[in-house]
T-cell receptor, first 112, second 115 residues
C-alpha cells in the first residue's frame, strides 16, 4: 500500500520562474493538503483540497495556487518565485472529514 | 488565530531514560492533537494523536496527555532508544466547515538519545 507520493524530490528554480509540484495521496484518501516547511521550522499550512475544490486556505499569497484532479491527486503551483520560497513542500492526505493526516517526503525547492 | 508553542527546542537524554515534550495551544476550539516524528530528509510521520474527549492515550513506549483546561498537551517517551533521535512536532487542529481543519504546528523539538 503506497503512502503519499510527491514529485519531484528536489528542484532548483530561478527567481521569477514558475514551478509545479505534484502529489498522489495515500490509497483510500480523498483530501490533500499542502504545507511549506522552512529550514528549522514547523510546517505551515498553504491550502487543502477536497472534491476538487479548495476547502481551506492559509496565509499565503495568490502566487500559490493548486488543483485537485478526479483521481484525488493534486498539484501545487507557485508563480513569480522569490528567494524566500525556498523550502520543503509537503503534501498530506487524509480521508474525508476526520483528519489523520499522512505526509509525503516532500519536494525540496531551492530558488536561486 | 491558533498558536502552538513547543518546549524544549532541544532535548538530550541517555538511552533508557524518559523524554517529555510539552506544547500549549491558544484556540479553545482545537479538538485534535497529533504528534509527528521527522527524520532527516523525510516527511513528518504520525506517531500518536489524541482528541479532546480523551485525557490520555498510550501506545507501547509512547503516551500523550491532554489538559483542555490549561490548553496544554505533552508527549512522553519511555525507555528511549537511539532510533528515537529525530525532530518531534506537536500540532493542533479545530473543525473547519464540518471537517477536521488544518494543522498548526509547533516549532519542533530535536531529541538526541545517547547510547
Amino acid at each position: 500500500d503506497a503512502g503519499v507520493t510527491q514529485s519531484p524530490t528536489h528542484l532548483i528554480k530561478t527567481r521569477g520562474q514558475q514551478v509545479t509540484l505534484r502529489c498522489s495521496p495515500k490509497s483510500g484518501h480523498d483530501t490533500v493538503s499542502w504545507y511549506q516547511q522552512a529550514l528549522g521550522q514547523g510546517p505551515q499550512f498553504i491550502f487543502q483540497y477536497y472534491e476538487e475544490e479548495e476547502r481551506q486556505r492559509g496565509n499565503f499569497p495568490d502566487r500559490f495556487s493548486g488543483h485537485q484532479f478526479p483521481n484525488y491527486s493534486s498539484e501545487l503551483n507557485v508563480n513569480a518565485l522569490l528567494l524566500g520560497d525556498s523550502a520543503l513542500y509537503l503534501c498530506a492526505s487524509s480521508f474525508g472529514r476526520t483528519g489523520g493526516y499522512t505526509f509525503g517526503s516532500g519536494t525540496r525547492l531551492t530558488v536561486v | 488565530g491558533e498558536n502552538v508553542e513547543q518546549h524544549p527546542s532541544t532535548l538530550s537524554v541517555q538511552e533508557g531514560d524518559s523524554a517529555v515534550i510539552k506544547c500549549t495551544y491558544s484556540d479553545s476550539a482545537s479538538n485534535y492533537f497529533p504528534w509527528y516524528k521527522q527524520e532527516l530528509g523525510k516527511g513528518p510521520q504520525l506517531i500518536i494523536d489524541i482528541r479532546s474527549n480523551v485525557g490520555e492515550k498510550k501506545d507501547q513506549r509512547i503516551a500523550v496527555t491532554l489538559n483542555k483546561t490549561a490548553k496544554h498537551f505533552s508527549l512522553h517517551i519511555t525507555e528511549t532508544q537511539p532510533e528515537d533521535s529525530a525532530v518531534y512536532f506537536c500540532a493542533a487542529s479545530a473543525y473547519y466547515g464540518g471537517s477536521q481543519g488544518n494543522l498548526i504546528f509547533g516549532k519542533g523539538t530535536k531529541l538526541s538519545v545517547k547510547p
